[in-house]
């Protein structure tokens, strides 16, 4: 077997487009959607990140503002920061590029956001709303998964779904939303205490590994036709390796590349973050 692609960037661009007319069409009624970011530091992956988030506004007409912090940033001016997007009506939603430096109180830096303003659906409110199974803005690689498997027509519902990571941004985030009633996926969330991973993933439908492990997912630990997606980002040698062996694409019958795979869908799912926030407050 040789996967098919889940083409993100395909499918991110094609998201663009509709964004674009959509903007358009806030625009003409005097809505003009902000972007906001908050970067602190130059950890050189947040820096690729972030400019790339920047790009994305200019294409499909997005305004944008750019907060860039040092890393020596005390919490109380990565905190005016944010108070001044909060604040800022230009800015209709923005986001804190993660990781932090060791030195911030992340967590208490994402409650300051404005939920209203909460581009990425990392607020404990919104998260708690996503508990709640109730609309909120949501977290957008794991949302970005989710329409990259139906754009693709991979079933959601009754699947047995591994995912390798507990992160906020994405493991845990994930299995939230592929348990609403709307996708019904059965989710099994492994991480670092996992006794025997291999097993938990051998018998997946879809494996959606963010470790951060280059190469962890082997092809003799996927069964034959299931759809894995590619979360993890390390650098070796100058170039991305990410958390599933190439030779996955011989046992899988979908496979994201990476890169070109779940990062075009991150970005595009929060340009729909900001413009549904826009069009919400217009209604
Ligand atoms: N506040 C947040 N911080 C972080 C998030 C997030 O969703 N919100 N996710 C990741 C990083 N991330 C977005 O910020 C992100 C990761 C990857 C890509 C992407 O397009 N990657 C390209 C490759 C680019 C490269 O590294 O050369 C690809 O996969 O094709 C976009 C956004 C952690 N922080």
Redesign the pocket.
């Known amino acids: 077997m040789s996967a098919q692609k889940l083409d993100g960037k395909a499918t991110a661009a094609k998201i663009k487009a509709d964004l674009t007319g959509r903007v358009a069409a806030l625009r003409a009624r005097g809505v003009t959607p902000g972007l906001g970011t908050v970067l602190v530091g130059d950890d050189p992956?947040s820096q690729?990140?972030v400019a790339?988030k920047h790009r994305d506004c200019a294409e499909v007409g997005i305004s944008s503002i750019r907060k860039d912090l040092p890393a020596s940033a005390t919490q109380a001016e990565v905190e005016a920061a944010i108070d001044e997007l909060n604040a800022d009506p230009a800015c209709t939603g923005y986001?804190?590029?993660?990781p932090l430096p060791g030195h911030l109180d992340a967590m208490a830096l994402l409650e300051r956001i404005d939920p209203a303003k909460d581009a990425?659906g990392?607020h404990p409110v919104n998260l708690g709303r996503l508990v709640h199974m109730v609309d909120a803005p949501l977290?957008?690689?794991p949302r970005g998964i989710v329409v990259l498997l139906q754009e693709y027509g991979v079933p959601l519902k009754g699947a047995d779904v591994v995912v390798i990571g507990r992160g906020i941004?994405v493991g845990r985030s994930l299995g939230l939303l592929l348990t609403r009633r709307s996708e019904n996926a059965t989710v099994t969330l492994c991480h670092t205490g996992t006794q025997d991973l291999a097993a938990h993933v051998r018998r997946a439908d879809i494996v959606v590994a963010a470790a951060g492990v280059p190469h962890l997912v082997t092809p003799d630990m996927v069964k034959p036709g299931a759809a894995v997606l590619d979360v993890g980002?390390s650098r070796v040698d100058g170039k991305?390796a990410g958390d599933v062996a190439p030779e996955v694409a011989e046992v899988a019958a979908f496979l994201t590349p990476?890169?070109?795979?779940?990062?075009?869908m991150?970005?595009a799912m929060l340009l729909t973050n900001v413009v549904e926030a826009a069009e919400h407050a217009a209604a």
């Open positions: 992956g690729i990140y790339g986001i804190v590029q993660l990425d990392l977290p957008c690689t941004t980002v991305i990476n890169p070109g795979g779940v990062g075009p991150t970005r």
